[in-house]
């Protein structure tokens, strides 16, 4: 695994190309975000998908899925977004939301049959630089430690996720708290599945 430093204030733009090239080559990129350090890869390439939740032990039929986002014109491509539901996202992010809607038909094969994906726009300047410079989401899962915690410094990576992914973006610590898990599938009636550092708007 290779190790960029980038600079949330200053992102090396050479080195978020070193970034994307792997992603495109189906590799798995470590990355921090507004909650805390993330496993990503391609969320169009559905053998990198496979790879991510075989690693994580996700079963993609059965658990949520979700993908980071540029910003909400790249999420609306991927998941069916109301007005309403446009009216808080808009609202509420960039931030430390999950927001669970109806995913599109444009998905991978491994969301077919899923009702719902997960969509994320993080408040984290290399999290959204990633998605915007490889042109579409990001697959994205919390990286754990070998307690089931969240990992939130760069020095705590555990050894196995370090020799699965081909890059870890050296961003400096997260805030280390977990995103809400909004439930909006019905934009009229939100429910929070997960409480999170901000209230919703």
Known sequence: MKTLRI????INEQYLDEAVRALRDGG???Y????????????LDNRAIEALCKFKGID???????????????AAEYARIDNEAFRILRTNLPGPFTFLLPAATTLPKVFKGRRTV?????????ATA???????????????????????????VPARAASTAAILIDGGDTPGRATAIIDLTDSHDPIELRE???ELQ
Request: charged letters at 20%; a negative charge; aromatic letters at 4%.
């Open 60 to 74: 993609p039929r059965k658990e949520a899925l979700s993908v980071v986002a540029a910003d909400l014109s790249m």
């Open 7 to 10: 600079y949330p204030s200053s």
């Open 28 to 30: 798995i990129v470590i």
């Open 130 to 156: 990633l998605a915007e410079r490889l042109g579409n989401p990001l697959l994205s899962t919390t990286l754990m430690d070998e307690d089931g915690e969240g990992v939130s410094s760069p020095l705590a």
């Open 118 to 126: 997960g969509i994320r726009i993080p408040e984290s300047p290399i």
């Open 196 to 198: 999170g550092p901000r």
């Open 32 to 43: 921090p975000t507004d909650s805390f350090y993330a496993l990503g890869c391609d969320a």
